[in-house]
Antibody, heavy 119, light 106 residues
Framework: EVQLLESGGGLVQPGGSLRLSCTASGFTFTNYVMAWVRQAPGKGLEWVSAIAETDGRLFYADSVKGRFTISRDNSRNILYLQLNSLKVEDTAVYYC????????????WGQGTLVTVSS | EIVLTQSPATLSLSPGERATLSCRASQSLGNYLAWYQQKPGQAPRLFIYDASNRATGIPARFSGSGSGTDFTLTISSLEPEDFAVYYCQQRRDWPLTFGGGTKVEI
């Protein structure tokens, strides 16, 4: 069974930093593109970032480019998202997702971790 | 950026009725469109991919159609568990984008 378990969310002040983690199990991690999708309270879904399986290609939404960094540890099956220079508008539930093989859609989702940016 | 516009924002129906949800893209997607269902307090779940393919475990009452810029999700006969928010999403180009969602309510 595919499982994606996020951790690392919490309350942080504007300008602060946080690192989110997603531990994957139940599938061959190195065979899949992984991504983060967020959802502000009461709002819709927003893709944040994606990372290729093994070749290091990275992709970011303009809203987070230069502030967030996605990475993965393929030896430990963990996906990360480093959040720097946080803004109030970054407040959201952050979901770890797996893209179906062949750069497909998000076929598996974690339960999400809440990041709250507030003073 | 490809903009996805979903309509209507809210669909008020009763169990047993047919639901038709629309997603329009600002440029051609081919068939690179998916539909997700999200219930309160839960993560989204992939329902339809590549415009018309049901994901694993999705009942046959759900069907997707369309190509290019106009897509439709149809629920042939609503069950109580189908009342939720549905999002469309494109993978034709970066950045990946979602529509604003359609809430199907009783």
């Amino acid at each position: 069974e595919v499982q994606l378990l996020e951790s690392g969310g919490g309350l942080v002040q504007p300008g602060g930093s946080l690192r989110l983690s997603c531990t994957a199990s139940g599938f061959t991690f190195t065979n899949y593109v992984m991504a983060w999708v967020r959802q502000a309270p009461g709002k819709g879904l927003e893709w944040v970032s994606a990372i290729a399986e093994t070749d290091g290609r990275l992709f970011y939404a303009d809203s987070v480019k230069g502030r967030f960094t996605i990475s993965r540890d393929n030896s430990r099956n963990i996906l990360y998202l480093q959040l720097n220079s946080l803004k109030v508008e970054d407040t959201a539930v952050y979901y770890c997702t797996r893209r179906a093989q062949g750069w497909g859609f998000f076929d598996s989702w974690g339960q999400g971790t809440l990041v709250t940016v507030s003073s | 950026e490809i903009v996805l516009t979903q309509s209507p924002a809210t669909l008020s129906l009763s169990p047993g009725e047919r639901a038709t949800l629309s997603c329009r893209a600002s440029q051609s997607l081919g068939n690179y469109l998916a539909w997700y269902q999200q219930k309160p307090g839960q993560a989204p779940r992939l329902f339809i991919y590549d415009a018309s393919n049901r994901a694993t475990g999705i009942p046959a009452r759900f069907s997707g159609s369309g190509s290019g810029t106009d897509f439709t999700l149809t629920i042939s006969s609503l069950e109580p568990e189908d009342f939720a928010v549905y999002y469309c999403q494109q993978r034709r180009d970066w950045p990946l984008t979602f529509g604003g969602g359609t809430k199907v309510e009783i």
